[in-house]
């Protein structure tokens, strides 16, 4: 049965829609799972302890931050070191409560 058959609708529209689909939603999975397993193996760069904790999520434009008093509402800042855009990404250490990356960064206002 093809995917266009079972909606009932002509299948090489539906089909070439949902292999679109299907890719988009393959390509944000594998970005997904490249972030998790970059946190694999990973060590701690402040206290070497092996428990470090990968975070990724999708907020599209729902993510709220405050900076210096100022509430802003949107997409995830970029240049803070925890992604950015659309989604958040950051390694954090169970042990000693370090983000890892590269610390400091810029003021996100300037």
Partial sequence: MLYGECFGAPHFYLTE??????IMTMHK???????FL????MKCDKCGSDRVLAV????????SFVYKSNI???????GVGIGG?????????????????????????E
């Fill in 17 to 22: 829609f949902l292999s679109l689909i299907d």
């Fill in 29 to 35: 999975a594998l970005f997904h799972c490249c972030s």
């Fill in 38 to 41: 970059k946190g694999m193996g």
């Fill in 56 to 63: 990724s999520g999708k907020c599209s434009d729902m993510c």
């Fill in 72 to 78: 802003s509402r949107g997409n995830a800042p970029f």
């Fill in 85 to 109: 855009g659309d989604y958040i990404r950051f390694d954090l250490c169970l042990e000693c409560g370090k983000v890892q990356g590269e610390f400091p960064v810029g003021d996100p206002e």
